[in-house]
């Protein structure tokens, strides 16, 4: 039977409280009701204040008080302190309305308790289209409250620890940028200041032996330098493009030569080399291109000096290949072993696991170095 | 041959100044003044007249190098180039100077640059090409463009 729609008068539900176990007892839904866990209420809002008529058992165990201590009462006994009024607003214009409303509230128990009350209100009307009753039913969702605001506090001590971590990151990446920075600037007028020492000293030195001695010393300081200066004019301070380094590197030595017969022939595809590569492989070039420039074209039967320095850079694999070349007298293959800049090329090819050799090229030496690149392997250019 | 230059040096370290007096007056060119930092480098630039000042940014009363360009480029009186180890501290539009020479410059790169440099001002455009290390500023790139 729907009680709803009953032909009896909603006036029913008002006798049913005041009604005696026995008519109750012969409706089954009125015993459906009384009997439900679900706390439940009915309400009349034709009487002043809109007091409770009806109310199951399970809302007074919910609530702590005797029947007789809530009949005849406007519900909002149940609120305290703590019950948020914008909460009873709702709820109060929800009524006046004539409307239904689902509500969490806090409500408090006789005792003073607290529990957290998903109310639901809803509007009962006649055939008529008058407002009879109101229904509303409780159910305590504290259990559900509880553990929404415990992830809520969770999620918020968890979203500040991310965001104090990541402020402690950023500003560790800061220092250490701002470190890198200032290192970078002594490393670079450290360098700058060796060449000064140099140049300086060379200026006091009448001996050409030992003038030319300082020369290649300044080169070699010169090449380390350049080397600095193009690895952190780059954006990634852990690449090292070794084409760009050797364009600079002989045309500045070609000019410093000032040997204007002797032309630069270039053949350079770009190559990315790690950072820590950079020093041994701008070391290795500036030594091959200042042996050409100094032994390749000097002692020519006819006298003459011109000629073609060249280097071609190429990475046709997981390798690179670096050629520098000469078209001059060509060397003895038994040369050097034992000389300085022999041996500190062949060190720095070992450093790099580099094969190198030099070839006749007649006329003129090759000297043809190839190296494994890891960069390549790892794929990794950002 | 073109007329030498005037260099007005502002650079706080020692070794780097004198070095760079030498190789300037070895490339013939004179150097009319050496300040080590800004205030001294703004009242040598109000008393001295120079073609050039080569600024440092970082001075020995901080990173103030910017301030001595923006000083003489108000002046007008001298081109004002860079020298620093330092140039990502350059504002993009180089507070008036005309280039920058990265430290550690070579010495040949500075003297190609000298020698650019002087083309630059006695007889725009230069005909040398630029060296390696010195880099124009946009500005004075397209004043040299717009030149030949
Ligand atoms: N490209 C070249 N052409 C001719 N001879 C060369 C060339 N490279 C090296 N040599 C010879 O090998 C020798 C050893 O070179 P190196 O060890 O660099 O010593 P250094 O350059 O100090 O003489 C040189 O003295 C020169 O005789
Ligand atoms: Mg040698």
């Known amino acids: 039977m729907d ?4 032909k009896e008068s909603a006036d029913a539900w008002h006798m049913t409280d005041n009604l005696h176990a026995e008519q109750g007892k012969g409706d089954p839904f009125a015993a459906a009701i009384r009997a439900t866990r679900m706390s439940m209420i009915i309400t009349d809002p034709r009487q002043p204040d809109n007091p409770i008529v009806f109310a199951n058992d399970a809302f007074l165990k919910l609530i702590g008080y005797e029947r007789d201590e809530v009949m005849g009462r406007n519900c909002r006994f ?14 109060r214009v929800a009524v006046e309305d004539g409307t239904d409303v689902s509500i969490d509230i806090l409500n408090y128990r006789k005792d003073g308790s607290t529990f957290w009350n998903a109310l639901y209100i809803s509007p009962v009307f006649n055939d008529k289209g008058e407002l009879q009753f109101f229904f509303a039913s409780q ?12 992830i809520a506090a969770d999620k918020d001590r968890f979203e500040k620890a991310v965001k104090e971590r990541t402020a402690e990151l950023e500003a560790a990446l800061e220092a250490k940028t701002t470190l890198l920075h200032e290192v970078d600037h002594r490393v670079k007028n450290n360098l700058q200041m060796i060449s000064s020492l140099i140049i300086m000293q060379r ?24 080397v600095h200066r193009r ?4 954006k990634d301070v852990s690449r090292f493009d070794v084409a760009d380094f050797a364009k600079d590197l002989v045309t500045d030595l070609l000019a410093a030569s000032g040997r204007a017969e002797i032309e630069p022939a270039l053949e350079l595809e770009p190559i990315i080399i790690p950072a820590e590569k950079a020093t041994p492989v701008a070391l290795m070039v500036n030594e091959l291109v200042t042996n050409a420039l100094k032994h390749a074209f000097k ?13 071609k850079m190429n990475q046709p694999d997981s390798h690179f290949n670096i050629e520098v070349s000469d078209n001059g007298v060509g060397m003895d293959s038994a040369t050097g072993d034992a000389s300085f800049g022999m041996r500190l090329i062949k060190s720095l090819a070992r450093q790099l696991h580099a094969d190198i050799e030099w070839r006749d090229a007649a ?11 890891e960069t390549r392997q790892k794929g990794s250019f950002s | 041959m073109t007329a030498p230059l005037k260099v007005l040096i502002v650079e706080d370290e020692a070794l780097l100044a004198m070095e760079l007096e030498s190789l300037v007056e070895e490339a013939g060119h004179s150097v009319v003044g050496w300040a080590t930092s800004a205030s001294e480098a703004k009242t040598m630039a109000d008393s001295v007249e120079a073609d050039i000042a080569f600024v440092d940014i970082h001075l020995s009363d901080g990173p103030s190098g910017v301030d001595v360009a923006e000083y003489i480029g108000r002046k007008n009186s001298s081109m ?7 140039p990502k501290r350059i504002p993009d539009h180089f507070a008036g100077a005309v280039g920058v020479i990265a430290k550690p410059y070579t010495m040949n790169g500075l003297m190609s640059s000298l020698r650019y440099l002087q083309e630059c001002i006695r007889r725009p455009p230069p005909v040398s090409t630029r060296p390696a290390g010195f880099t124009l500023s946009p500005l004075f790139e397209e004043t040299l463009v717009s030149a030949a």
């Not at chain 1, 690895?231 to 780059?234: I, K």
């Not at chain 1, 002692?299 to 280097?311: A, C, E, K």
């Not at chain 1, 006329?363 to 690149?373: A, F, L």
């Open chain 1, 139 to 150: 159910l305590n969702v504290s259990d559900r409250k509880r553990s929404a605001d415990r």
């Open chain 2, 80 to 86: 004002v180039v860079f020298m620093t180890a330092n």
């Open chain 1, 299 to 311: 002692g020519r039967p006819d006298g003459t000096t011109g000629g073609r320095i060249g280097i």
């Open chain 1, 363 to 373: 006329p003129g030496t090759r000297v043809v170095i190839s190296m494994p690149n």
């Open chain 1, 78 to 91: 149940l609120q305290g302190p703590n019950t948020d009024p914008s909460s009873v607003d709702r709820i």
């Open chain 1, 3 to 6: 009680w709803k729609g009953s």
């Open chain 1, 203 to 226: 200026r006091t030195i009448k001996d050409e032996a030992i003038r030319a001695s300082l020369t290649t010393m300044l080169e070699r300081i010169e090449a380390l330098s350049t």
């Open chain 1, 231 to 234: 690895l952190y004019q780059s």
